[in-house]
Nanobody, 121 residues
Framework: QVQLVESGGGSVQVGGSLRLSCVAS????????MGWFRQIPDKEREGIAG???????SYADSVKGRFTISKDSAKKILYLQMNDLQPVDTGMYYC????????????????RGQGTQVTVS
């Protein structure tokens, strides 16, 4: 089983960038399907980016072209590069293991970390 810890959140101005990191421990991530989802106040959980064990990626329409998911299997870190951030992106961001389809991520399937807050104003 893998344990996940997110970091990299913070406050940023509109149009700014952040890079979230998710450090895994307890198991290698190379064989895991992983992803990111977010929880925005008063909205349902949204799966936003997933990466399969072979490196193929998928994105929600709301972040496509602005966010990029990647992983460094040797370091056991999952990343989410977020560019051109907007106020609608404000929320708590979580990484997940054993979940990479947007549907799986939206349903909260798989292991997850404690989250990191992103605030855009």
């Amino acid at each position: 089983q893998v344990q996940l810890v997110e970091s990299g959140g913070g406050s940023v101005q509109v149009g700014g960038s952040l890079r979230l990191s998710c450090v895994a421990s307890g198991d290698t991530i190379s064989r895991y399907c992983m992803g990111w989802f977010r929880q925005i106040p008063d909205k349902e959980r949204e799966g936003i980016a997933g990466i399969e064990s072979d490196g193929s990626t998928s994105y929600a329409d709301s972040v496509k072209g602005r966010f990029t998911i990647s992983k460094d299997s040797a370091k056991k870190i999952l990343y989410l590069q977020m560019n051109d951030l907007q106020p609608v992106d404000t929320g708590m961001y979580y990484c997940a293991a054993d979940a990479c389809s947007l549907v799986q991520l939206s349903r909260g399937i798989g292991s997850r970390g404690q989250g990191t807050q992103v605030t855009v104003s």
